[in-house]
């Protein structure tokens, strides 16, 4: 199932959540989303990370370690979810997605070298974005 298809399928919460970090276009904590859904009912942090739960499990959300927050997956239908790469501005935190066959390639070598059982890899870069390091 693709994630168009099951953006279809979400509860209301989890809508509510998925559109509120679509919305923002930057990551958000779940305290931050809690408080821009306190106005369509939400109350309690456990209905957001209920709903965080499911649209990470979905691959429409990803969590980012480093931030301690939530962003919209850039393309849930394209890509396969067990390697991903985050380079996140340290200057004006813009995110971006990517996915590297090179380095993907390069991790799951190692692991099986290492007898490694790699369920997933998430790395995160930090440093300047190319509009950053232009001003």
């Not at 209905?47 to 927050?69: F, I, W």
Request: hydrophobic fraction near 40%; charge should be negative.
């Amino acid at each position: 199932m693709t994630g168009n298809e099951l953006a279809q399928d979400l509860t209301r919460n989890q809508a509510l959540v998925l559109d509120a970090l679509a919305d923002a276009g930057a990551p958000l904590s779940a305290y931050s989303i809690l408080d821009r859904l306190r106005g369509e009912g939400f109350r309690a942090p456990l209905q957001v990370y209920r709903a965080l739960d499911k649209l990470q499990e979905y691959g429409l959300v990803h969590r980012l370690e480093s931030l301690n927050a939530f962003i919209v997956c850039s393309h849930p239908d394209c890509v396969p979810h067990d390697s991903i790469i985050f380079a996140i501005c340290e200057q004006c935190g813009a995110v971006t997605e990517f996915a590297d066959k090179a380095m993907n390639r390069d991790v799951r070598k190692w692991a099986d070298a290492e007898h490694f059982h790699l369920t997933k890899s998430v790395i995160e870069l930090r440093g300047t974005c190319r509009r950053c390091a232009a001003n």
